[in-house]
């Protein structure tokens, strides 16, 4: 496959990835999205402290054609945003899982949300929508 | 829906990876590399593009000067053999039919470029005023057009001919060229706001001569580019595109085309209506945008001087060549003033904006 899917992170079908740390969840777009979208030259970040809600817009990113949203892949509260990405958006196209995290998200204790993918299964549904 | 159209070089963008979108009825290439570095490559180096869904004309016979004075805003006076106009074609109502480029080959011979998304209206628009004198003939299956822009594409162009191509002057044009052995005409023409040139082929010939330019650019940072560094060259250099700056509802005055509406050379369709718009002041009129705030700006966007809604942005991009948001819009006549701050709302909310002059981009020497 041409686009890296990192372990140990979990998917949304919308091309997110979170990265589960404690009551922390990182959140970025796929190397996949960023593939897609081309060229992001910017990213409007949501307010710290904000309600995140599954499937509910988190941020933006735009390319040069598109606007492209990112949504929350679990419900939380935005605790920390990637400043970084104001005067940077390239770093989305550059290293989508380091760098260019977005958002992170506290989760309360236990929660889960069953619906994100494991990476096998990301892999399958990039490789369905890239064959379409 | 119908099936898309595809142009003689729609296997080369499928092999260079190009991102193939429907425009116009066509299966376009958007991107290739990225529309970031197809915008540089075009202002710093050179850039090839597939314009092959461009429709064209040709008029002739005694009349046919007569004709086209009749239907283009423009002044055909202008032309000589050799030279070519840019004009908008009116409909009675001061509304625009399309804008179109004029060749002239000799008195009695034109050629018109016309826009891929209405070439099939304008076909039935000028066909109705076909009278004796005239015959109108479509190339535009008969056509291949790529179009070579940027500051070295002089050099790679005269790579492939004998033809000194160094005398030909902007909007002008060689009807006969030999590039590597194919006999193209070649204009000193494009969209983007940098030196280059529109080749016009034979379909048959055009994966060829593609090949070849791409070949004799390597030495010169060739990239081949797609429809959208296209479109935000040609935004960068606030030349207007047809569905966005200009439409049925849109007459050129209000687009600013001030200097390709020629009132005194006599009667031509649109011009009373023109001519009114001109007398009562014009209720909207076309101005640049530069946003302060981070953010892009889009078409449909709208624009607030405080509480007055004072307009709305017909197109918007980033432009990587000034690393900002630009956009053109319509404005109040009585706001589109250069230095003005006003506000643009993006998902509800206000992001401060500068109304510029225009063009946004200048390339530095003719």
Same mark, same amino acid.
């Not at chain 1, 599954?54 to 040069?64: C, T």
């Not at chain 2, 009562?280 to 946003?291: A, P, Y």
């Given at each position: ?132 | 829906?119908?099936?898309?159209? &595809? ?23 958007? @991107?290739? $590399? ?10 710093? &180096? ?11 004309? #040709? ?8 004709? #086209? @004075? ?41 050629? !018109? ?43 790679? #162009?005269?790579? +492939?001919? @004998?033809?000194? +191509? ?31 040139? $529109? ?5 048959? &010939?055009?994966?060829? !001569?593609?090949? $070849? +330019? ?7 940072? !060739?990239?081949?580019?797609? +429809? ?17 700056? !200009? ?9 600013? #085309? ?5 009132? =005194? =050379? ?10 009114? @718009? ?45 690393? =900002? ?31 510029? &002059? ?5 390339? $530095?020497?003719?």
């Amino acid at each position: 496959m041409k686009w890296e899917i990192k372990e140990g992170l979990k998917y949304a079908r919308t091309h997110e990835w979170a990265g589960f740390e404690g009551d922390l969840v990182t959140v970025g777009i796929t190397d996949y999205a960023q593939d897609m979208l081309k060229d992001v030259v910017y990213v409007e970040l949501p307010e710290i402290g904000q309600e995140a809600q599954v499937g509910e817009s988190l941020a933006v990113l735009e390319s040069v054609k598109a606007v492209s949203d990112l949504y929350a892949p679990v419900d939380g509260e935005v605790v920390e945003v990637n400043e970084a990405l104001l005067d940077r958006p390239e770093l989305v196209n550059e290293d989508p899982y380091g760098e260019a995290w977005v958002v992170r998200i506290r989760i309360d204790a236990g929660y889960e949300n069953p619906e994100l993918l494991g990476e096998d299964d990301y892999a399958a549904l990039v490789k369905e929508e890239a064959d379409r | 829906m119908a099936e898309l159209k &595809k142009t003689p070089l729609y296997e080369k963008h499928r092999a260079l990876g190009g991102d193939l979108v429907e425009y116009g009825g066509w299966l376009m290439p958007v @991107q290739y $590399e990225g529309i970031v570095s197809e915008v540089h490559r075009t202002r710093r &180096k050179v850039a090839l593009f597939d314009t092959s869904h461009m429709g064209e004309f #040709l008029v002739e016979g005694p009349a046919a000067a007569d004709f #086209l @004075q009749g239907y283009l805003t423009n002044d055909t006076a202008k032309l000589y053999d050799g030279r070519i106009i840019y004009s908008p074609v009116c409909y009675p109502h001061g509304g625009t039919v399309d804008d179109i480029l004029i060749y002239r080959y000799g008195p009695e011979r034109y050629l !018109l470029v016309v826009n891929a998304a209405n070439a099939a209206k304008d076909w039935a628009w000028f066909s109705e005023g076909v009278k004796g004198g005239v015959s109108l003939n479509d190339l535009s299956d008969e056509t291949a057009l790529l179009a070579l822009q940027g500051p070295n594409s002089e050099a790679v #162009l005269s790579g +492939l001919t @004998q033809t000194p +191509l160094e005398q030909l002057r902007y909007y002008h044009f060689l009807p006969e060229v030999e590039l590597a052995g194919i006999r193209c005409m070649v204009s000193r023409t494009g969209y983007t706001g940098e030196k280059g040139f $529109e080749i016009f082929c034979d379909p048959d &010939k055009a994966g060829r !001569l593609w090949d $070849e +330019l791409m070949e004799a650019g390597r030495n010169f940072d !060739l990239t081949p580019a797609g +429809l959208g560094a296209r479109d935000v060259l040609r935004l960068e250099a606030s030349l207007p595109l047809y569905g966005h700056e !200009l439409s049925e509802e849109i007459s050129p005055l209000e687009a600013g #085309l001030f200097p390709f509406v020629s009132f =005194k =050379k006599g009667p031509f369709t649109g011009r009373e209506a023109l001519v009114e @718009q001109k007398k009562e002041g014009l209720r909207r009129r076309l101005g640049g945008l530069v946003l302060l705030d981070r953010g892009v700006i889009r078409e449909g966007y709208r624009i607030f001087d405080g509480e007055q809604e004072i307009g709305v942005v017909s197109s918007g991009t980033f432009s990587p060549t000034l690393n =900002k948001s630009i956009g053109m819009a319509f404005l109040l006549p009585e706001s589109a003033k250069p230095g003005e701050e006003v506000q643009v709302i993006i998902r509800n909310k206000p992001h401060r904006a500068q109304i510029v &002059k225009t063009p946004f981009y200048r390339r $530095e020497s003719q």
